[in-house]
């Protein structure tokens, strides 16, 4: 794998993100690819805790931490006060989890993008609220069990689909990506970072505490997620032209499942049936993307 | 306490002042990752123990000189082998299990054809001079190659060869087709410019040796097996009878026998196939006759392959019994033979089938069922049989390795005997293989005697073995690696693409029956470099930095040139992911040791 101009480091060692932690290694690759002048927006997550407890930080960047559900506004306040200032140079990303994007955020997320707002807004998304004990939110999958959906109630709703509901909103740029492709998800980054505009980025980043899987098996699960067609990467310009990036060659989505914890109690009958919800969502994006299966 | 947090009517907003770097989160790690390097399973299969997976390395990244000089370690004659050994290491390779082996001798035979091109010099590590003198009898692979090797730990070495021009079996046994004269010869002037001398048409006699015993610290006798082996059979001796192996080397030196008509050739190995191969250039017809079954030759397949392509008729399960002239023709007496159980070394074992024998009418027969040492003097002492035990002159000695036999008489001068004379599988790479195993058996009975050869030599194995390394021997880098051998299970294929094996360009069946031109063509820079990089670099680092990028807690450090990298375990949690997304096994996972 070859990333040139990558060698930056704007992420301190230290911090007390969990052995194998995917939403540290997402942060990694986001500051390389954004580079010193930025500042982060950082709504209560994980990822409160990872940026270090006061007065420490693990950053190299200004971030504000602000309340869980004010990703979207704060961001839209620090881009005016930066504005202002006459400084349209620094980027300025929110950076909150599932929780804080699909539901407690979701309201000033909407507000913000529908104005427009100049800004990146980076859900990283472990599938849980993980910081406070792994309860489900409406980015937990179908099937998953969570301290919130145990036993025979593992969850039986699908995943919102976040990006459809970004893309609803006709924002310049939307798009998917995974820590196991970084060559992907930095050129994403990159490519948000010079629109202008709201910018929306979904990074799937897996959580071995949470999901019960070993902590050296955090990237190849996550490479997994994409190879089965469960996280397509793809992306979106302007709410219409849909691209796809990566064609898996169709791997069954039991070998995602298998290896997983928080998955164990699926029987082959409803792995069977995710597998259907899977090929349908792939279908219909292929749809979208104007090709074929 | 708003004085006291220097608050006026500002909005207070607390500021990080420090980073998290004060939090030594390595104590949290039970499990502890590290860089070590381990061994490739096509390196063991390599007799002359050649660091493949890193050739294939230098390749991909262009670096052609490197990658031909990390073969010259190991082997003096990648020209050679590149064309004419039967690469087991390809049998080995890792990559068979997810698609097809890497073409390794393409490789090897692309770089040293691109050194020979471009006239390169190698620049390769010498021991300094010891001031010893060991002289070798026959300039064949293992005789090149013990003198190779002997002269890097520092000796002096120098070459007998009865013959005008040096090579042995190489100039002489073996066809144009498969090794053009020129490519030994560069061979042999790169080992010359390294400081070997070479003495041509100078016959060691049993006197001789006597002499080169008294004027040379040691001897290495590497002088083959060239008497053919007789089949005593009536008739044998009669005329239209000749033996393979001197009928190559007429061609080698120029002449163009006579081959109209039908030849029958005696014999199942790769003498036998080359001289069939040879009778169809020639404008002749030749059949191959063998006592046993297709699979029980032991010529390498592909030039079975090749043979009957080029219309080389095989005839099995008959056992000549008698040759008779009948006028300018011969009478071949053949004996159907059958499959009855397995002999020891796992063939099937043969016997008459009982029906009486066949005839057939053929112009000339050549006898290619193989040699044998010319010299009685040739032969190494006997390994001791139970039962029989003379107690040795010399502790350890006579010291029987797997490849040469150190022998020495009542402390007079060290003799090994190599190649041919010792090998069980004689071909090319075992005799380079002998060579090289020859060299160090005698430099560590000089340095450290012989009670010290054994050991000393187990610690330079290659994997389990037997293949031995010279640079593990003169403790360069490769003594590093671990002797694990990576399995193809340990591979992370998440990181390879299904891609095919190169095609090697080849002459087509017309080209090749009506010349000596050699068969196999060149491929281009751009092909070799591609398929080099279908290599999984099994077992060592090729800088992808995969275990820099993933790693969650950013405690892979990177020196020099962003490559040595190590761990900083300071704050290493132990995650492992390092570990599991190296592509190729170079780095390990262990217990944390407890404190
Ligand atoms: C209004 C409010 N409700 C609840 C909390 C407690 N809280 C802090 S972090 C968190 C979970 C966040 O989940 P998510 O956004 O998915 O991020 P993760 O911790 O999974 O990284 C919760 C519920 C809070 N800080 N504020
Ligand atoms: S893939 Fe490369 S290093 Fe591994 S066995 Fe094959 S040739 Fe050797
Ligand atoms: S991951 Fe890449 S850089 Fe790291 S040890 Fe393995 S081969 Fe070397
Ligand atoms: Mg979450």
């Known amino acids: 794998m070859q990333l040139d101009a990558l060698d930056k480091e704007l992420m301190c060692s230290g911090h007390v993100g969990c052995p194998g932690c995917g939403a540290t290694i997402a942060m990694r690759f986001v500051l390389k690819a954004l580079g010193e002048k930025t500042v982060m927006v950082l709504p209560a997550c994980c990822w409160s805790v990872i940026a270090g407890p006061f007065p420490q930080s693990s950053l190299k960047i200004p971030v504000i931490h602000t309340a869980f559900e004010t990703g979207g506004a704060t961001a839209s306040g620090v881009r005016a006060a930066l504005d202002m200032k006459g400084d349209t140079e620094t980027t300025v990303i929110t950076w909150a989890g599932d929780g804080g994007t699909f539901d407690i955020g979701f309201q000033a997320l909407s507000g913000a993008v529908e104005r427009n707002e100049d800004f990146i807004y980076a859900c990283y998304d472990n599938e849980a609220y993980m910081n406070t004990g792994i309860q489900r939110s409406s980015s937990t999958p179908y099937g998953a069990w969570t301290t919130t959906t145990t036993g025979a109630d593992w969850k039986k709703l699908r995943k919102k689909n976040i990006v459809e509901a970004l893309v609803a909103h006709r924002i310049p740029y939307a798009a998917t990506a995974n820590i196991a492709f970084p060559e992907d998800l930095i050129r994403k980054v990159k490519k948000a970072k010079a629109i202008r505009g709201s910018k929306f980025l979904h990074i799937y980043a897996s959580c071995p505490t949470g999901w019960r899987i070993p902590s050296e098996m955090s990237i190849k699960i996550a490479r997994m997620a994409v190879q089965t067609n469960i996280f397509p990467l793809y992306e979106v310009e302007n709410g219409v032209n849909y691209t796809i990036n990566y064609k898996p060659k169709e791997y069954l989505v039991r070998e995602y499942f298998k290896l997983q914890g928080r998955f164990r109690h699926l029987k082959d009958t409803d792995l069977d049936q995710i597998q259907e919800m899977v090929n349908e969502d792939w279908g219909l994006l292929l749809r979208k993307a104007g090709e074929h299966a | 306490m708003e004085a006291e947090l220097g608050l006026k009517k500002n909005l207070y907003m607390p500021r990080t002042s420090v980073t998290t770097e004060s939090n030594k989160t390595g104590s949290w790690r039970f499990l502890r990752p590290r860089y070590e390097e381990k061994t490739s399973p096509c390196s063991t299969a390599c007799p002359a ?39 087991p290491c390809e049998g080995n390779c890792n990559r068979r299990e997810f698609d097809t082996s890497i073409a390794v001798h393409t490789m090897e035979r692309f770089l040293a054809d691109t050194a020979a091109r471009n006239e390169t010099k190698p620049v390769l590590e010498r021991l300094p001079p010891k001031g010893k003198g060991v002289a070798i009898i026959g300039s064949g692979p293992a005789g090149l190659a013990a003198a190779w090797f002997l002269n890097m730990l520092g000796y002096d070495s120098e070459i007998f060869e009865a013959m ?62 060239w008497r053919n082996i007789a089949l005593n059979i009536p008739g044998e001796s009669g005329s239209g009878v000749e033996d393979g192996l001197s009928f190559l080397k007429q061609l080698r030196q120029g002449a163009k026998p006579d081959v109209r008509g039908v030849s029958a050739v005696i014999g199942g190995g790769n003498t036998a196939i080359d001289v069939a191969r040879s009778i169809i250039r020639l404008g002749g017809r030749a059949v191959i006759v063998y006592r046993r079954r297709r699979e029980d030759m032991p010529a390498f397949d592909e030039e079975i392959i090749s043979a009957l392509e080029e219309g080389v008729e095989l005839r099995e399960l008959l056992a000549p019994v008698q040759i008779a002239a009948q006028g300018s023709d011969c009478i071949l007496t053949l004996q159907q033979m059958k499959v009855e159980g397995r002999d020891r070394d796992g063939r099937g074992r043969i016997a008459a089938d009982g029906t009486s024998p066949v005839e057939i009418s053929v112009q000339r027969v050549f006898v290619a069922t193989g040699a044998a040492a010319a010299e009685t003097w040739h032969e190494p002492p006997p390994a001791e049989t139970a039962g029989h035990h003379t107690a040795p002159l010399t502790p350890h000695l006579p010291l029987h390795l797997s490849h040469c036999t150190l022998h020495q008489e009542q402390q007079g001068t060290p003799i090994i005997y190599g190649g041919d004379l010792t090998n069980t599988s004689k071909n090319v790479t075992q005799a380079i293989a002998s060579g090289k195993q020859a060299a160090m058996a005698l430099d560590t009975f000089f340095q450290s005697g012989a009670g010290t050869i054994r050991e000393r030599l187990s610690g330079c194995l290659v994997g389990e073995g037997p293949s031995l390394s010279m640079e593990i021997y003169m403790h360069g880098p490769r003594k590093e690696r671990k002797t694990h051998i990576v399995s193809h299970q340990e591979i992370n294929t998440d990181y390879f693409q299904f891609e095919p094996r190169v095609i090697q360009p080849r002459l ?56 040595e990298r190590h761990i900083d375990y300071d704050y290493c949690k132990g995650c492992g992911l390092c570990v599991v997304e190296c592509p190729r096994n170079a780095m390990t996972l262990g217990e944390e040791e407890k404190l």
């Open chain 2, 164 to 225: 005008p021009e040096a090579g042995g079996l190489l100039r002489w046994g073996i066809p144009a087709y498969r090794l053009p004269a020129a490519v030994l010869s560069n061979e042999i002037a790169r080992i010359e410019n390294q400081g070997v001398r070479i003495r041509l048409s100078e016959t060691v006699s049993a006197s001789r040796f006597e002499e080169l015993k008294t004027s040379y610290d040691a001897v290495f006798l590497g002088c083959g097996y």
């Open chain 2, 49 to 87: 123990g050649e660091d493949i997976a890193r050739i294939e390395m230098l390749i991909t990244q262009g670096a052609f000189k490197e990658a031909w000089e990390t073969i010259l370690r190991e082997n003096p004659l990648p020209g050679v082998c590149g064309r004419v050994c039967y690469h």
């Open chain 2, 508 to 563: 087509l069946i017309e080209e090749r029956t009506s010349s000596f031109d050699e068969i196999e063509l060149k491929i281009s820079a751009n092909t070799a470099m591609r398929e080099a990089g279908r290599c999984f670099n099994c077992g060592i680092c090729n800088d992808c930095d995969n275990c820099y990028l993933f790693c969650p807690d950013v405690c892979i450090l990177r020196g020099r040139d962003m490559t």
